[in-house]
């Protein structure tokens, strides 16, 4: 079973700064990795499919990349409506991560 | 395509858990749909998911207490969870699979909260 670990759990920046979060695969997950993100009372929000594609409506400034076990979702610039929790997600077993919570300072 | 949980709010451990999520603004035709918990112990945790054509794939871990149906006509599927104890407590969503084949979710019900407890 495919474990997935993200880092770091909690993330203050200020609006503008750029955001880095890892996601880290227990092995391979050959680029089959997603990108949500969540805020409180809400459903988690499809940001980036397959390790780089940015999904319908998502801004630019949302990217992902990565490869094997290692995957990074960056946010350029950060606007206080990216406070939220992100979470990363891969098909081996649909498994989730832990999440990563953003506070927008 | 909206999403909408329903069903009941509370059930008593080892009954069964029965919810409903009904699709609204698009067909259930050709795409996977999934049910997903989230609590603070687990996170989130796929649950299972069923084609249009009622075939299923569930979690190992889930497997034998979880049943998912589909009925096309009334837009709905639905998921029963059984035996249910204190650790099923969670939000349970339903979702859209992004495609026919997809393992990630691009559409999803707001959530309904489901307490077990006596």
């Known amino acids: 079973e495919i474990v997935l670990t993200q880092s770091p759990a909690t993330l203050s920046l200020s609006p503008g700064e750029r955001a880095t979060l890892s996601c880290r695969a227990s092995?391979?997950?050959?680029?089959?990795l997603v990108w949500y993100q969540q805020k409180p009372g809400q459903a988690p929000r499809l940001l980036i499919y397959d390790t780089s594609n940015r999904a319908a409506g998502i801004p630019a400034r949302f990217s992902g990349s990565g490869s094997g076990t290692d995957y990074t979702l960056t946010i350029s610039s950060l606007e206080p409506e990216d406070s939220a929790v992100y979470y990363c997600q891969q098909r081996n077993n649909w498994s989730f991560g832990p999440g990563t919570k953003v506070d927008i300072k | 395509v909206l999403l909408q949980e329903s069903g009941p709010g509370l059930v008593r451990p080892s009954e069964t858990l029965s919810l409903n999520c009904t699709v609204s603004g698009g067909s259930l035709r050709t795409y996977y749909w999934s049910w997903v918990r989230q609590s603070p112990e687990k996170g989130l945790e796929w649950i299972g998911s069923?084609?249009?054509?009622?075939?299923?794939i569930y979690s190992p871990s889930l497997k034998s207490r979880v049943t998912l149906s589909i009925d096309s006509s009334k837009n709905h599927f639905s998921l029963r969870l059984n035996s249910v104890t204190a650790s099923d407590t969670a939000v349970y969503f339903c979702a859209r699979n992004a495609g026919s084949g997809s393992y990630y979710f691009d559409s999803w019900g707001r959530g309904s909260r489901v307490t077990v407890s006596s």
């Open positions: 092995e391979s997950i050959s680029s089959y």
């Open positions: 069923i084609y249009s054509d009622g075939s299923t």
